[in-house]
């Protein structure tokens, strides 16, 4: 397979008349089927399958690879119903336009939430189903036959009776004077001969020898690279800069000063590094140069405690609470950075009529819009040339970073590759919000008959995606705790939205069900404690009404050896999520030594994604989303003082390392159910599991991340 990392919507359009067959899939907005442009005799539609005379199938594909391994299912999804060579299938990246690429289940044109196979699953398959029809039809009319004798296989049609073959290349001209059918029948899934295989990821090839093209490859005549500083203080300016140091070091071209950045421009990064390392800036901070985590905390906690959002409400659980003993408890969870693998990059070339743009994006028909905006264009002067991403995690749905590029590319003559240091990119992100989560419950004997939920915390998608915040409501910051999987007769959910003063916000991998199965979950073992029952019993005896999440909640807990001896301060702890239409259940096994430190021994997962499109994608998208979450559990924490973030590189905002990576099983659950998400998912269930593991190990109810070592020492608990 291969990725064009620069396609226009005209040249594919002006093209595919005279290279071959195009066939229109459409993404289930607007009208009901493909769009036929009278005067072009080419469609018009969401997405496309092209077809040229030597066979080869190409998909321009409206999401972006970002490592999760989309390009390599949506491919087979498409070559599964067109039952096309998988190796023949060619990908293009989508231009940028939200009106023919739009990701039905975000309404814009983005990758993100565990969407991409969900949201194309089944527009993907009657586009392929359909181009096979076609197909068919064309084969059928030039041998006289009818349509039902023929078949495909491998890119051609058969007739089996007179032993006729016609590949899907020499049949394009004449299926492009055919029309679509109405409708077509979906394969059987028991048919499938691609779907459900583990099939060898498309793309791997080209990422081990190194052919692969990242935006920060990018390399061209004339190209000159830059570096950037921005004010340490969050809203700050630049008041003055001395650029006589920075001018004198060898490769330096450029000076730019903005009025809350600064940029050296060099022959090459070095240059520009050290440049920016001489330059001498003072800086205007504002009025957060005093902003703590303590500010930040107590504005939080202060503003949890007022009247929130009614979320979901089912019988009354003021009356319940009220009536009894309730068990009460509140989770916090930290700011969190991104700190993706390829730093922060755009490629620019400003010209008075034209921006162009090179650059890693989930979120391309923004990045138009944006780089538009920034250069005083019109978006139809801006090219966005879109490359893989070296992780996305939710920091490329953002487009900050290419409107500060554009800006500098401006005041630059010629492309200039901008890169961001890996300081500069944890200290200024958009990073996953603080939360504070208050549960109140109450017991009759071992059963949950009453619960209060309410999350507080800032609303990314009030500032991302505004129409989808509605009556004061996040659907994401309730996101796995409005549809908690437990039958519990009075239960409720509060959402108390609260900016943190100063600090900019954005999704992280996992989003708003990262921190509510966290609290709930952790609750759980609580109240299965103060019941004196075991977690797993606990839960399952409320799942009567979801049997997905209690088959994967056994399942886990037979593979995960649960109820079997461990020797002192070792402990397991259970999870459970329904997250993206994914049924998981999580155990962690770990071992605390009496310094309070943590080291995880196992973890076991039952996943039941409904139909998985590559068994071996799953798997991997499992282990690598666990390793992330128990990442941000022990270590993940970003401060502030005096305005500015304190962490700045891995040294202290760490990561783990390879040998602290436990053994991650994964049992995946034979689903004829629709497809649902595993990569935001799979980075949930680990950080309540191993907080429960540790709370069974040791008896400490830790209730805020990342785990406190200090306190599990000092075997304080907050009950």
Request: hydrophobic residues 45%.
């Amino acid at each position: 397979m291969t990725a064009s990392p620069n396609i226009s919507r005209r040249r594919m359009l002006g093209g595919t008349l005279a290279a071959g067959f195009v066939f229109a899939f459409h993404v289930p907005i607007g009208t009901a089927g493909p769009v036929k442009d009278a005067g072009s005799g080419t469609f018009a539609p969401n997405a496309y399958i092209r077809i040229d005379a030597d066979g080869q199938v190409t998909l321009v594909m409206p999401q972006v690879e970002m490592g999760q391994g989309i390009y390599t299912g949506v491919a087979t999804i498409l070559a599964e119903e067109l039952d096309a060579d998988l190796t023949q299938v060619v990908l293009e990246h989508a231009p940028p336009n939200e009106k023919l690429y739009a990701n039905a289940l975000l309404g814009v044109q983005a990758t993100g939430g565990s969407t991409s196979i969900r949201a194309f699953w089944t527009p993907l398959r009657k586009a392929g189903a359909t181009a096979r029809a076609i197909l068919i039809t064309a084969a059928a009319e030039q041998w006289q036959v009818a349509s039902q004798s023929c078949s495909t296989i491998q890119g051609a049609v058969v007739h089996k009776e007179s032993g006729r073959k016609l590949g899907y290349g020499e049949l394009v001209e004449a299926a492009g004077k055919l029309s679509p059918p109405d409708d077509v029948a979906l394969k059987d899934p028991k048919d499938f001969v691609l779907v459900g295989k583990p099939l060898k990821r498309l793309d791997t090839p080209d990422k081990v020898n190194g052919k692969v093209i990242y935006g920060i490859d990018t390399m061209m005549a004339g190209l000159k690279f830059a570096t950037l500083a921005q004010c340490p203080v969050f809203g700050g300016k630049v008041a003055k800069v001395d650029d006589e140091a920075a001018r004198k070091v060898a490769g330096v071209r450029q000076i730019i000063a903005l009025d809350d950045l600064v940029a050296v421009v060099g022959d090459h990064m070095w240059a520009a590094k050290c440049g920016l390392e001489a330059l001498e800036v003072s800086w205007d901070e504002g009025k957060n140069a005093d902003l703590s985590s303590r500010d930040i905390w107590d504005h939080l906690r202060a503003a949890s405690e007022g009247e929130g959002v009614v979320a979901k409400s089912v019988g009354d659980v003021a009356k319940v609470l009220n009536f009894g003993e309730s068990h009460d408890a509140s989770y916090e969870m930290p700011f969190l950075a991104h700190a993706t693998m390829e730093p922060l990059n755009c490629t620019v070339h400003v010209t008075p009529d034209s921006c162009d743009v090179w650059v890693g994006t989930q979120i391309i028909a923004r990045a138009q819009s944006v780089a538009a905006k920034a250069a005083g264009l019109s978006e139809n002067k801006v090219t966005i040339h879109q490359h893989l991403l070296g992780g996305g995690f939710g920091r490329r749905l953002e487009v900050d970073m290419i409107a500060a590029a554009v800006r500098i590319g401006s005041k630059v003559d010629g492309p200039v590759k901008i890169v961001w240091t890996r300081e500069e990119d944890i200290q200024h992100d958009l990073y996953r919000p603080v939360y504070r989560d208050s549960i109140s419950a109450r017991l009759s004997g071992d059963k949950v008959i009453a619960l209060k939920y309410r999350v507080a915390g800032s609303s990314v998608i009030a500032r991302w995606l505004p129409s989808a915040f509605k009556k004061g409501i996040d659907i994401d910051a309730v996101d796995s705790a409005v549809d908690m999987p437990y039958d519990i007769p009075n239960f409720q959910v509060d959402y108390v939205r609260v900016e943190p003063p100063a600090v900019p916000t954005g999704f992280w991998r996992g989003v708003g069900p990262n921190n509510n199965v966290f609290a709930i979950e952790c609750f759980m073992d609580e109240l299965a404690r103060k019941a004196n029952k075991d977690p797993v019993a606990f839960r399952r005896d409320m799942l009567g009404k979801t049997p997905r999440i209690r088959h994967v909640l056994e399942l886990a807990a037979e593979k995960s050896g649960w109820g079997q001896p461990l020797r002192p301060r070792v402990g397991r702890g259970i999870s459970v999520q329904p997250t993206f239409n994914s049924s998981i259940a999580t155990v962690v096994e770990a071992e605390v030594d009496t310094g309070g430190d943590v080291y995880i021994r196992r973890v076991t997962l039952a996943v039941d994604c409904g139909l998985a499109v590559n068994p071996d994608t799953v798997v991997a998208q499992v282990q690598g989303g666990m390793i992330f979450g128990l990442t941000a559990a022990l270590y993940g924490e970003i401060t502030v003082e005096k305005g500015r973030i304190q962490q700045s590189n891995f040294h202290d905002y760490r990561m783990l390392r390879i040998d602290q990576i436990p053994k991650i099983d994964v049992h995946l659950v034979k689903s004829g159910e629709a497809p649902g998400g595993i990569g935001e998912a799979s980075v949930v269930g680990g950080p309540p599991a191993l907080r429960n593991a540790i709370y069974a190990a040791t008896g400490v109810a830790l209730r805020r991340l990342p785990i406190d070592r200090q306190l599990i020492a000092e075997k304080k608990s907050w009950l």
